[in-house]
Antibody
Framework: QVQLQESGPGLVKASETLSLACTVS????????WSWIRQPPGKGLEWIGY???????NSKSSLRSRATMSIDTSENQVSLTLSSVTATDTAVYYC????????????????????WGKGTTVIVS | SFVLTQPPSVSVAPGKTATITCGGD??????VHWCQQKPGQAPVLVVF???DRPSGIPERFSGSKSGNTATLTISRVEAGDEADFYC???????????FGGGTKLTVL
């Protein structure tokens, strides 16, 4: 059973860069899409961006200039960096795997998140 | 920007049926997915592709769509169903994910 575990500094100073990792166990990062989602205290979910097995990536337009995502298949990790953070970036950050089906030799990648990590709290001071 | 609209709260008595709606422009042409988030926990997918259930999700949870409104229906509601529910779509034009604002389900 695949499990995701986010990790990061917990506390980041304003204007600095936040770096988070999501370690995948019980499965592979290969041939999947991976999203990062965050949730400010007491608020709803906000999609940040995704990265795919072939390096394809995109992020929410309002975060695109600051957010970078990558995959390290050798380490079985997915990463997020967010530059120039402010207090509004304070949130619980989740990584999530996208659903995938297979028909014959063809993979179909879906845009719902079927496995989530437990999340990691980031406070910007 | 693309917006999904959910009611902030829904209340239901145990054993009754809860309905949570999600509205948005052109939602009829998009796949709608739903996740449940209990307090202090990560979200869990409960419906994908408008009406499909992941393995392990009770049949009491069902999804449907009509026009520009998607609906999550929870039958025979239990106290343990109390949670926040979020709808989600993928905006293919911009290749971005979008979540609704969330609905807090209270079991009376």
């Amino acid at each position: 059973q695949v499990q995701l575990q986010e990790s990061g500094p917990g506390l980041v100073k304003a204007s600095e860069t936040l770096s988070l990792a999501c370690t995948v166990s019980g499965g592979s990062t290969s041939l999947y899409l991976w999203s990062w989602i965050r949730q400010p205290p007491g608020k709803g979910l906000e999609w940040i961006g995704y990265v795919g097995h072939a390096g394809k990536t995109n992020s929410k337009s309002s975060l695109r200039s600051r957010a970078t995502m990558s995959i390290d298949t050798s380490e079985n990790q997915v990463s997020l960096t967010l530059s120039s953070v402010t207090a509004t970036d304070t949130a619980v950050y989740y990584c999530a795997r996208h659903g995938r089906t297979k028909r014959g030799h063809i993979y179909n990648f879906h845009f719902y998140m079927d496995v989530w990590g437990k999340g990691t709290t980031v406070i910007v001071s | 920007s693309f917006v999904l609209t959910q009611p902030p709260s829904v209340s239901v008595a145990p054993g009754k049926t809860a309905t949570i709606t999600c509205g948005g422009d052109d939602i009829g042409s998009r796949s709608v997915h739903w996740c449940q988030q209990k307090p202090g926990q990560a979200p869990v997918l409960v419906v994908f592709g408008d009406s499909d259930r992941p393995s392990g999700i009770p049949e009491r949870f069902s999804g449907s769509k009509s026009g520009n409104t998607a609906t999550l229906t929870i039958s025979r509601v239990e106290a343990g169903d109390e949670a926040d529910f979020y709808c989600q779509v993928w905006h293919s034009n911009t290749d971005e994910g979008v979540f609704g604002g969330g609905t807090k389900l209270t079991v009376l």
